[in-house]
């Protein structure tokens, strides 16, 4: 009987770990300082921010449309949601995350082989820490998880996993990012770039992703509404 209650307690203990964790950490994410990397852009970009064109797409968006260009020339509010790495499930995460709060008049989607594809979906897990504050991305990552990872998620403290590195990295830094999601590139040497041919026989479009980017298409032609 006593070590049914010392279970009982540690049980107990475990719980309360993890609800604690799990609070203290969204309350932590969505005061982040917006200081221009990936994932406090993710915050920005799903939580906070609107505009009148909203940029969204891989590293190639990221690194390529200057907000600051587009918004001297267009005479209107931008924001680049680019994120290295992520595909059109990222891009969907964003793009009804911000029709929650507002509608953009122009929606710039920056479109490659990698973002339909299967390529970079495992990335989306990079995601989870959003799962129990997003609506769209428990949707989302809802429909590519398996029976097991649904179980996973249902832990405060796997959901947070590998996220305090760059919450700390983020408090620690002097000042905030003032290019809203843009993140030009460091000049580098040229021949450090190498161009990835993808022969057409091996591009495979993925069923789901078609999907989204459908959506977002879809979507932009009624007006957002």
Not at 6 to 11: A, T
Not at 28 to 40: A, E, K
Not at 179 to 202: A, C, I, W
């Amino acid at each position: 009987m006593k070590k049914v209650f010392i279970g009982f307690l540690f049980l107990l203990l475990v719980v309360l770990s993890d609800i604690c964790v799990g609070g203290i950490t969204r309350k932590v994410i969505l005061n982040v300082p917006d200081v221009g990397v990936n994932q406090t852009n993710s915050v920005q970009a799903l939580f906070h921010r609107k505009a009148d064109v909203l940029v969204l797409g891989p590293s190639t968006a990221n690194h390529h449309y200057d907000t600051r260009l587009l918004r001297d020339s267009l005479r209107l509010s931008v924001y680049n949601a680019g994120f290295d790495g992520k595909n059109i499930q990222y891009s969907a995460m964003v793009f009804y995350s911000f029709l929650q709060r507002c509608k953009p008049k122009i929606v710039c989607l920056d479109l490659g082989p990698s973002m339909l594809s299967d390529e970079w979906n495992g990335s989306i897990g990079e995601m989870n820490i959003f799962y129990n504050m997003s609506p769209v991305v428990h949707r989302i990552i809802n429909e590519r998880a398996t029976s097991v990872q649904k179980i996973k998620l249902c832990s405060n403290l796997y959901q947070c996993n590998n996220s305090w590195q760059w919450l700390l990295h983020a408090y620690l830094q002097h000042g905030e990012s003032t290019t809203d999601g843009y993140r030009p590139l460091d000049v580098v040497s040229s021949n450090q770039f190498r161009v990835k041919h993808m022969p057409y026989e091996q591009f495979r479009v993925d069923s789901v992703n078609l999907r989204y980017l459908d959506g977002i298409v879809n979507k932009c032609k009624q007006g957002g509404g």
